[in-house]
């Protein structure tokens, strides 16, 4: 059976072994829930703190993820966190969204802005009727239904932010709004993870601050997810990894042990757990685990 989905995420954090958590995407076609389930089988094992379920841009993907959520919450030990955003949402929508989840027995969810419309890099368009930012939409979520929030935060600064000490305050004023733990986007220098705490801690954020991590499989695939968050991908992997540019096998493997040193110094340096980014595959996750000797 899962989890108690009323018990607080925080507790679970901090309230024994590091924490590890999945994420997952909707599927667009028969083929990818296959896939998708697949996965879940695989990683279950492993009994994450949580896995969460993205969100479509515009809440394209609205059925698929709460179907999901629901299913994950029904059939498996696994407790899981639905994402929503603000995009293209009014507040009647997010809070229709809000009931079908906690009739779907979810408690827990992953309040995020959104990125713009346009996509990552276009101009930031509010919707009519609807919220502008993560804050607010934690705020929503708590007085709308029964739930645990959680929030995103960015190593180097979100790529909107006019200063990182500004990033924090914003991290800050979701604190302050609800949100009882972070998960952060793709962390790539661990050195940047602690900066992000650090600054954190000392205007007065608490709460658990997971380290998210994105294994690399493909250069040309890792370099245009950081740009994407207008971040570069740090010289010293680029230079591990381009000598193998011309062999898929052992790109693939350097990049597994480039993530899997990442994790072991996370760890090492005091991040609560870990939280995977899966693109719906086990197996570069099972890996890393394997590399940092957690076995099922």
């Not at 492993?46 to 809440?59: D, E, H, L, M, Q």
């Not at 370099?223 to 790109?251: C, G, I, K, W, Y």
């Not at 990442?262 to 899966?278: I, R």
Request: hydrophobic share 40%; glycine share 8%.
């Amino acid at each position: 059976m899962t989890q108690d989905p009323g018990r607080s995420m925080r507790d679970l954090i901090e309230g024994g072994d590091r924490s590890f958590s999945f994420e997952f995407f909707p599927p667009k076609d028969e083929a990818g829930e296959e896939q998708l389930w697949r996965a879940i089988t695989e990683l279950e094992p492993y009994r994450p703190t949580f896995v969460s379920v993205t969100y479509g841009a515009g809440g394209s993907s609205r059925d698929t993820t709460v179907r999901i959520v629901e299913r994950i919450a029904r059939e498996t030990s696994m407790l899981p966190v639905a994402h929503l955003t603000c995009v293209g949402h009014t507040t009647d929508e997010l809070a229709a969204i809000l009931r079908d989840l906690s009739d779907a027995g979810v408690r827990h969810v992953m309040a995020l802005r959104g990125d713009p419309p346009g996509g990552p890099g276009s101009p930031w368009t509010p919707t009519e009727g609807g919220l502008d930012h993560a804050d607010a939409l934690v705020a929503f979520i708590k007085r709308t239904i029964d739930a645990r929030v959680g929030v995103a935060a960015f190593p180097e600064g979100h790529v909107d932010a006019p200063s990182l000490e500004a990033d924090a305050q914003v991290l800050k004023a979701k604190q302050d709004a609800g949100a009882e733990f972070a998960v952060t986007e793709m962390v790539l220098r661990a050195s940047d993870y602690a900066a992000l705490v650090e600054r954190a801690r000392a205007i007065g954020v608490d709460i658990p601050i997971i380290p998210g991590i994105m294994p690399i499989l493909s250069l040309r695939s890792m370099q245009r997810m950081a740009e994407l968050s207008r971040r570069d991908l740090p010289a010293e992997v680029v230079e591990r990894l381009t000598p193998h540019a011309d062999d898929a096998a052992a790109l693939r493997a350097e990049g597994i042990a480039i993530a899997t040193e990442l994790c072991e110094q996370l760890l090492g340096d005091g991040a609560p757990g870990l939280h995977f980014y899966t693109l719906n595959f086990s197996r570069a996750t099972r890996e890393i685990f394997t590399g940092l000797q957690i076995t099922v």
